[in-house]
């Protein structure tokens, strides 16, 4: 009987769903992958064996929707991929479960800490990290230039600005919503992709320098496996105790070599396909625990300094008419 993940809001999530795809073929587990997306013209839709159109996030209908499709097709397992659907997932959790759907999500109270980088940074304090002092009035601001603004709650580097002085920090809080600002910080940018067993046990732990970014998004990276950073991370799971993936993203300051995080996504990153493909195959993770089986942690499953680098590539969605 093949295993059944459901993946909502699938986008342009195409190296993920092969991610799982390839490992269900390694591993030789029969899999259906549904991708469900509030377009019926997203492109990692074409890499699922089904394609569901649900309604927006937002909708009331949403959760119920999600609920049927899982029970109608006998789902096992149920992904989020992008940062809104997080939190309503991990509230109702449990109702997917009690009709068995597992939801790779964490708990809501840590899904709120991570969508508010003000909560955010205190977390990281409280879990003996480094972090930039966060502040959501321009006038409590009093911590030098360049400093960098973004959305309390944004995502994908969306309205984030290098603010280089005063004016400039008068002039952008007119212009970001909700912001917050703190202290720029100079030095090389890494990722951690980490995914824990269902319980909230560590199972691979992969940092990667972010060499080229667009977007938000990692374009090329290179797999780093820094004990600092590892062990540093292995702090943060005890408190945080994800179900699944999640990545946190830091700043590597230049010159002192502090590590000051940043950031918490508490789902597969956009980039998290290239640690799988360095060995760090968290997909074949899922899969296995759906199989039943019980995860030890991994220590460097990651090739150290691998190197991968992405690119576009179109898919046909409707062939049209020849004229």
């Known amino acids: 009987m093949a295993e059944k993940i459901l993946f909502t809001s699938i ?56 609920l049927e499709i899982c029970k109608r097709h006998q ?43 003000r909560k955010t940074e205190d977390f990281f304090t409280e879990c003996g990290l480094e972090a930039p002092h966060t502040v959501d009035d321009i006038e409590k601001y009093n911590q030098g230039f360049p400093a960098f603004m973004k959305p309390l709650n944004g995502s994908s580097s969306i309205d984030a600005y290098k603010i280089n002085n005063q004016e400039e920090l008068v002039n952008y809080s007119h212009r970001v919503k909700d912001y917050i600002v703190q202290p720029y910080i100079e030095g090389r940018e890494y990722t951690v992709d980490i995914f824990c ?57 230049n010159g002192t070599g502090t590590c000051f995080y940043i950031e918490i996504n508490p789902r597969f990153g956009g980039g998290a396909p290239l640690s799988i493909k360095a060995g760090a195959d968290s997909a074949e993770g899922i899969l296995r625990i ?30 049209g008419i020849k004229r």
């Open 197 to 253: 067993d269902y319980e909230g046990n560590p199972v691979y732990i992969t940092p990667r320098e972010r060499l080229a970014v667009r977007s938000g998004e990692v374009l090329k990276t290179q797999i780093c496996q820094d004990e600092e950073m590892i062990a540093q991370m292995r702090q943060l799971i005890k408190k945080f105790r994800p179900c699944g993936a999640i990545t946190v993203q830091l700043i590597r300051q």
């Open 290 to 319: 759906l199989n039943g089986e019980h995860l030890q942690y991994q220590e460097y499953a990651a090739n150290d300094k691998a190197v991968y680098s992405r690119f576009d590539q179109s898919v046909c969605i409707l062939e």
């Open 11 to 66: 986008g342009r999530r195409v190296e993920l769903v092969q991610a799982f795809r390839t490992a269900a073929q390694r591993i030789r587990i029969d899999l259906e992958i549904y991708g469900a997306d509030v377009s019926e013209t997203a492109p990692a839709g074409q890499f699922c064996d089904h394609r569901i159109k649900v309604c927006r996030i937002d909708d009331e209908a949403y959760i119920p929707q999600l």
């Open 75 to 117: 789902i096992d397992a149920l992904i989020p991929t992008i940062d809104t659907d997080l939190l309503i997932l991990a509230e109702n959790k449990a109702r997917f479960e009690r009709q068995g759907t597992k939801v790779f999500v964490s708990a809501p109270e840590m899904v709120r800490v991570c969508r508010d980088k």
